[in-house]
């Protein structure tokens, strides 16, 4: 895969702001924090998850698995209704209580693409009524023209001859294929904004860098808005201009890709690099994390990576850090850094 050069920042305008967004799951059980006996407790999965996207721009979601990555998506998304928190999409307030017209509006401009096509796909559809079928929830327009805009996603996301796959059936089709129908599914009704939660890590390596150059593409020529969702850093390097990481429901650090991947400034950012293969077969000497990832339903006070963290001081107990600029590009959510 070739290391590709990203603009760190494009100029377009842009389209989603998410503010303090919140989705904790209620589990079972009461509290027994003497604070809190008795009360109703939550996984907290995204707890107060802060960032921008502009048109044309890809933003990596990154982070260990159970960090609230798909979580974020998915209710950025409104696919789950969040518990708390602001989503500004192209300027209205969607978690605040939508009109039911900007909300359809809000599902044909926003899409998604997941890990899975051999589950996103309905084994008994065509690829024909697969890629159809939101076009005909969103567009009332003849057959014809849907038909037309089945074979232009169809073309965009690479499935040439289009003819040669229309009346396929997902059994019939390598796994490759079928994550392309399923982004020609997401791109059918112009989006401008997709979220990707690991698009490509199914998929066998030799195809990757296919899937993720027509991702880009999207980005850069339809001026689409990609929250890329992959505990995969070195696919971020190829696609993303800028890259989140996230710990515990939170992002710990977000800027540039470069500067994350290769200067990460707060101590799980560098950890989680530390750990990670590097281009080129060198590694960098690990860092050895501390302890296990606590318990999202009972996050630990202040800092949540206070209990792993080499540098954890008295009060990265108490206080919880919020993000701050750090470094040329970054900002970073650590006491260090105040
Ligand atoms: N529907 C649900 N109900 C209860 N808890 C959930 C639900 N979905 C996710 N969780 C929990 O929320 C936390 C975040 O999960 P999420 O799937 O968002 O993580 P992730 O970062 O996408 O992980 P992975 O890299 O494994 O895909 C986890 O602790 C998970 O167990
Ligand atoms: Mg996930």
Redesign the pocket.
């Given at each position: 895969m070739n290391i590709a050069l990203n603009e760190p920042e494009p100029a377009g305008q842009v389209i989603i702001e998410v503010r303090g967004l919140r989705k904790w799951?209620p589990v079972s059980g009461r509290s027994k924090d003497p604070s809190r006996r008795g009360e109703r407790r939550y996984?907290h999965?995204v707890d107060g998850v802060s960032f921008t996207l502009r048109r044309g721009e890809v933003l990596g979601l990154a982070?260990e698995?159970?960090?609230?990555?798909?979580?974020t998506g998915m209710t950025v998304l409104q696919l789950h209704k969040p518990s708390g928190g602001e989503i500004l999409f192209d300027g209205s307030d969607l978690a605040a209580s939508p009109s039911a017209k900007s909300m359809k509006a809000f599902r044909r401009r926003a899409q998604i693409v997941f890990q899975n096509p051999y589950e996103s796909l309905n084994p008994r559809f065509t690829v024909a009524q697969s890629v159809g079928e939101p076009i005909s929830i969103h567009f009332r327009e003849p057959a014809e023209a849907r038909r037309a805009r089945v074979v232009r996603a169809m073309e965009r996301a690479g499935l040439a001859p289009v003819e040669a796959y229309l009346d396929r059936y997902p059994h019939q089709l390598s796994g490759g294929q079928l994550q392309r129908i399923a982004i020609a599914r997401a791109i059918s009704v112009e989006p401008e904004f997709l979220v990707a939660d690991?698009p490509v890590s199914m998929l066998d390596v030799s195809i990757r860098a296919g899937i993720l150059n027509l991702l880009k593409h999207f980005s850069r020529e339809m001026k689409m808005a990609i929250l890329y969702i992959s505990?995969d850093l070195s696919t971020m390097r190829h696609i993303c201009n800028r890259v989140a990481i996230m710990y515990l429901g939170r992002i710990a650090e977000i800027g540039s890709t470069d500067q994350v991947l290769d200067h990460p400034q707060h101590p799980y950012a560098k950890a989680l690099m530390a750990a990670a293969p590097v281009m080129g077969g060198r590694r960098r000497q690990r860092i050895q994390l501390e302890g296990s990832v606590p318990n999202?339903i009972d996050p630990p006070s202040g800092c949540r990576f206070h209990t792993r963290c080499p540098m954890a001081f008295d009060r990265c107990r108490k206080e919880e850090p919020v993000l701050r600029a750090a470094a040329a590009g970054s900002e970073v959510a650590c006491h260090l850094f105040d």
């Open positions: 799951y996984l999965a982070g698995s159970g960090c609230g990555k798909s979580t690991e505990h999202p």
